[in-house]
């Protein structure tokens, strides 16, 4: 199985395959992952919400600034090519149930 973890600063044990994600399940996950790890560096604390259920937002969580905390949700797509409206369109619609003034 792969390994997996929603803290950036942990290493995989030894024994994990750390191969690339084959299932497209596994690749959206180790996608957001990524995304979450990459985010971090910039203020960014988010927890992963992925999976069947999450109601299109991926994550969610808060950026902090110097001078104010901002609420955060997002979705994440990998796409090879463009991405389609119907997706910003969905984000649209689900940033709708998000507290006022969440940034997406």
């Not at 299109?56 to 001078?67: A, E, N, S, V, Y």
């Amino acid at each position: 199985k792969l390994w997996f973890s929603k803290d950036p600063t942990l290493t995989p044990p030894p024994e994990a395959k750390t191969n690339a994600p084959k299932t497209a399940v596994e690749k959206g996950t180790f996608y957001e992952l990524k995304t979450l790890s990459f985010l971090s560096r910039y203020g960014f604390s988010a927890e992963h919400r992925g999976g069947a259920y999450d109601e299109g937002i991926d994550f969610r969580g808060t950026w902090q600034l110097p001078d104010r905390t901002i609420p955060i949700a997002g979705q994440c797509k990998n796409e090879k090519r463009k991405l389609p409206g119907k997706h910003i369109r969905e984000l649209e619609g689900s940033m709708g149930k998000e507290v006022f003034g969440t940034l997406g």
